[in-house]
């Protein structure tokens, strides 16, 4: 027989474990399975770093990087609990999402934009992210493309301006290049 302690520790187990279950639903209709993004245009939650994760939810909790589709859920939502789901995801194995094979001219391209502009400077040599700052390799090159666009001009709001800053100035076939050389990574 468990003692009264013991049962109400298993209680208070159970509780987080379904709660951290239950708010993680809604994160894989959009995110994908494990945080592995299938739709185009969102992006892959898997692996990235837990302040990044945190910083996001908090900064969309608060309005303060507009996302229509992720207010609702996040609205309201307690900073234990948006420590947990960035802690959990943070955990998961990212896995790439590239759209197709490589194309070589656009990765010899990609890779000399990235080595040019010192993306890993930020992002790490291998692009896994750090702190605040994200994972971009093997991310949806469609959603990095349209994310470095919006950085670019100015149009990503509750960013960080040193990428507004790192990417002035870069073309449109640059961008694309970055993105597809990343989301091969």
């Not at 892959?44 to 945190?54: D, N, T, V």
């Not at 790192?166 to 990574?185: N, P, T």
């Amino acid at each position: 027989m468990l003692s009264r302690k013991a049962g109400q520790w298993a209680a208070l187990l159970t509780a987080l474990v379904f709660s951290l279950a239950t708010a993680q639903e809604p994160c894989a209709a959009c995110h994908g399975p494990g945080g592995n993004s299938v739709t185009p245009g969102i992006p892959s939650i898997a692996g990235q770093p837990k302040l990044f994760l945190e910083t996001q939810l908090v900064l969309i909790r608060e309005e303060l990087r507009p996302s229509p589709q992720m207010l609702p859920i996040v609205q309201g939502m307690k900073d234990a609990e948006i420590t947990r789901l960035a802690e959990h995801f943070s955990k998961l194995p990212a896995k790439s999402v590239a759209s197709g094979p490589a194309d070589p001219a656009l990765m010899k391209q990609g890779m000399a934009r990235a080595q040019a502009l010192r993306c890993g400077v930020c992002h790490l040599s291998d692009f896994s992210g750090q702190n605040q700052v994200p994972r971009l390799a093997g991310q949806r090159e469609e959603y990095l493309e349209a994310e470095m666009r919006a950085y670019r001009d100015g149009e990503r709001k509750g960013g960080d301006t040193i990428m507004a800053a790192a990417l002035y100035g870069v073309s449109d076939a640059d961008i694309k290049a970055l993105a597809h050389f990343l989301a091969q990574k």
